[in-house]
């Protein structure tokens, strides 16, 4: 049941991008110094190629199925961006983005609004873990989702 997330056959960056400081630029510069060994979709609005990879412009242009996303996107972005992911079929997602400004400050947020989030993200994909649970190199597997 984990194996998707700790060891993933295909990962898509969302957010990937040819800046060498961005943190898709890094994930995936990690995944191929590992030597990852399933495919890497880079996904960016642009398209193209990020490191000698094809860009896709969306998760659902992808042709194959992808077990573990990362998701280095402004936070105003995430609810689609997990939308999109469920609809692929996407079994886990990792959140490394900027928190939204309203973390650490919740009574500020308007009531309710981030159990919708939740709600969202539960509905439309069957699980989604938190950026925490992935910062480590998994060299046994040739996998790493640290940057």
Known sequence: MLDALFKPRAIAIIGASNNPYSIGNIVIRNLLEYKFQGPIFP???KGGHIQCLKAYKS???VPDDIDL???SVQYKLIPAVIEDCGRKGVKFAIEACQPPPWVGEMLAMPPGEPCLVLRRQ???MG???SVAAMWHPASRYQFTGSF
């Open 43 to 45: 996904i960016n609005p």
């Open 59 to 61: 998760i659902l242009e």
């Open 69 to 71: 996303v990362n998701i």
């Open 122 to 124: 539960t509905q439309s």
């Open 127 to 129: 699980r989604v873990a």
